[in-house]
């Protein structure tokens, strides 16, 4: 049955567009975005994602549209669209009610419908498949089946990509659970995990975000108790690392949409039947607030070191959410960026993966080229990617008035034993 599969995927971000690659290596695959731009460049292998290279692109044969009439022959549709929170920090899910309806609309009977989206629990059963039913006139679980397989794609990491990763899959039945782990199975070299329902693999896809949330959200508190103690974080760290089984994490700024996502999701989930959240949420808070204690942090360094804040300039490294990738989506350096320019500090942004077009979409901000940052008072390295690793302290020789200022290293990456002596050094 499985090598007559045609595979649909819709939706081709970060998540979607790796899935299609991967299941075009042994399938027809066909890849679906409402986006006409996004098709356009796709069709002739550009990727700014960074996720597909070049090669990849030309070893594949995937046929990429935006016309959901061509949804039509696929036995098997993967829907991989963003999810994201209104301003009431409510579930905003549009996009995936929206990507439902496109399907339901064009779907054939007897297809395979799965989900990778992050959602609350019950929205798979509860929201989405309604919505398949109303505009495809097919009964759930009889003339069309639904599963759910939570995504498990880090972006710009190859040595865990998609089909190392073990993967969870979860069916509206146990034959349809079945039937999805021999398809991924089929791809996937990484393993594969059978939910015992749709509800718990939409649930464990939240608590493996918020694991991570809470867990810096800990080291973050612990920075900002140590700034207030003068004592070196990173310090008190390597000393209780060397106790067997202390769980290793260190502060950072955490972006990325589904570490956002995932908390708020839950809780509000919990809220509606009764519980209100505590750890979860309180993490979430502490980890919202880090931009900005950083901006406010160099702030009161800055003025005790006579630079005045309406004269003063700022460059900050790298915007992205995480290193090595051009996702600027929920980036913490942008709460940098804000804080700082509420003072009248004037700030120079750059980052070797972020697009401009992106960044001036995104958040307004213009992007410099390393060439065309000015020397300024400080320096932030927010997001250490590989380029400004390999560099370490060379690479601010001339990013410092008169060599000389104030260098903020977000997650540690520069040894301050080599720091030049006229530099002022600040970690989380």
Same mark, same amino acid.
């Given at each position: 049955?499985?090598?007559?599969?045609?595979?649909?995927?819709?939706?081709?971000?970060?998540?979607?567009?790796?899935?299609?690659?991967?299941?075009?290596?042994?399938?027809?695959?066909?890849?679906? #975005?409402?986006?006409?731009?996004?098709?356009?460049?796709?069709?002739?292998?550009?990727?700014?994602?960074?996720?597909?290279?070049?090669?990849?692109?030309?070893?594949?044969?995937?046929?990429?549209?935006? #016309?959901?009439?061509?949804?039509?022959?696929?036995?098997?549709?993967?829907?991989?669209?963003?999810?994201?929170?209104?301003?009431?920090?409510?579930? #905003?899910?549009?996009?995936?009610?929206?990507?439902?309806?496109?399907?339901?609309?064009?779907?054939?009977?007897?297809?395979?419908?799965?989900?990778?989206?992050?959602?609350?629990?019950?929205?798979?059963?509860?929201?989405?498949?309604?919505?398949?039913?109303?505009?495809?006139?097919?009964?759930?679980?009889?003339?069309?089946?639904?599963?759910?397989?939570?995504?498990?794609?880090?972006?710009?990491?190859?040595?865990?990509?998609?089909?190392?990763?073990?993967?969870?899959?979860?069916?509206?039945?146990?034959?349809?659970?079945?039937?999805?782990?021999?398809?991924?199975?089929?791809?996937?070299?990484?393993?594969?995990?059978?939910?015992?329902?749709?509800?718990?693999?939409?649930?464990?896809?939240?608590?493996?975000?918020?694991?991570?949330?809470?867990?810096?959200?800990?080291?973050?508190?612990?920075?900002?108790?140590?700034?207030?103690?003068?004592?070196?974080?990173?310090?008190?760290?390597?000393?209780?690392?060397?106790?067997?089984?202390? $769980?290793?994490?260190?502060?950072?700024?955490?972006?990325?949409?589904?570490?956002?996502?995932?908390?708020?999701?839950?809780?509000?989930?919990?809220?509606?039947?009764?519980?209100?959240?505590?750890?979860?949420?309180?993490?979430?808070?502490?980890?919202?607030?880090?931009?900005?204690?950083?901006?406010?942090?160099?702030?009161?360094?800055?003025?005790?070191?006579?630079?005045?804040?309406? #004269?003063?300039? $700022?460059?900050?490294?790298?915007?992205?959410?995480?290193?090595?990738?051009?996702?600027?989506?929920?980036?913490?350096?942008?709460?940098?960026?804000?804080?700082?320019?509420?003072?009248?500090?004037?700030?120079?942004?750059?980052?070797?993966?972020?697009?401009?077009?992106?960044?001036?979409?995104?958040?307004?901000?213009?992007?410099?080229?390393?060439?065309?940052?000015?020397?300024?008072?400080?320096?932030?390295?927010?997001?250490?990617?590989?380029?400004?690793?390999?560099?370490?302290?060379?690479?601010?020789?001339?990013?410092?008035?008169?060599?000389?200022?104030?260098?903020?290293?977000?997650?540690?990456?520069?040894?301050?034993?080599?720091?030049?002596?006229?530099?002022?050094?600040?970690?989380?």
């Amino acid at each position: 049955m499985l090598h007559n599969l045609k595979i649909a995927v819709v939706g081709l971000g970060y998540v979607g567009l790796p899935v299609a690659a991967a299941f075009n290596r042994k399938y027809p695959v066909t890849g679906y #975005d409402i986006d006409e731009k996004r098709i356009q460049a796709l069709t002739i292998g550009l990727d700014k994602t960074n996720e597909i290279s070049r090669e990849e692109f030309l070893d594949s044969t995937l046929v990429f549209t935006a #016309d959901p009439a061509d949804l039509k022959d696929a036995g098997f549709i993967i829907i991989a669209v963003p999810t994201s929170f209104d301003r009431h920090k409510l579930p #905003d899910l549009t996009a995936l009610q929206e990507a439902s309806k496109c399907v339901g609309q064009h779907m054939k009977k007897g297809a395979v419908v799965v989900y990778e989206s992050t959602v609350p629990p019950g929205v798979t059963e509860e929201v989405c498949i309604p919505i398949l039913e109303k505009y495809s006139g097919y009964e759930s679980g009889k003339e069309f089946f639904v599963g759910y397989s939570p995504a498990r794609v880090l972006a710009g990491n190859k040595k865990y990509s998609f089909t190392k990763m073990k993967k969870v899959v979860a069916g509206q039945n146990e034959e349809v659970t079945e039937f999805l782990a021999q398809v991924y199975g089929s791809v996937v070299t990484g393993g594969i995990y059978q939910a015992p329902s749709i509800r718990v693999a939409e649930t464990a896809k939240l608590i493996e975000n918020i694991q991570l949330d809470v867990n810096v959200a800990l080291m973050n508190e612990l920075a900002l108790i140590c700034g207030r103690l003068n004592i070196d974080t990173q310090e008190v760290l390597e000393t209780a690392g060397s106790r067997i089984g202390f $769980v290793k994490a260190a502060p950072d700024l955490v972006g990325g949409q589904g570490i956002e996502l995932a908390p708020l999701y839950l809780a509000n989930k919990a809220e509606s039947v009764g519980h209100s959240s505590e750890v979860i949420l309180s993490g979430r808070n502490i980890n919202e607030g880090m931009g900005r204690y950083i901006a406010q942090t160099l702030i009161k360094k800055m003025i005790q070191d006579n630079i005045s804040i309406a #004269d003063g300039r $700022v460059t900050i490294l790298g915007l992205s959410s995480k290193e090595d990738v051009p996702d600027l989506r929920n980036s913490k350096v942008a709460d940098i960026v804000q804080e700082l320019r509420e003072y009248g500090i004037e700030i120079q942004l750059a980052d070797p993966y972020a697009s401009t077009e992106d960044t001036a979409s995104h958040y307004q901000l213009e992007l410099l080229t390393h060439r065309q940052l000015k020397p300024a008072h400080a320096v932030i390295l927010a997001v250490p990617h590989k380029l400004y690793k390999e560099a370490g302290w060379k690479q601010f020789e001339g990013l410092l008035i008169g060599q000389q200022g104030i260098v903020f290293d977000v997650k540690s990456i520069l040894d301050p034993k080599k720091k030049p002596e006229k530099v002022q050094l600040w970690r989380l």
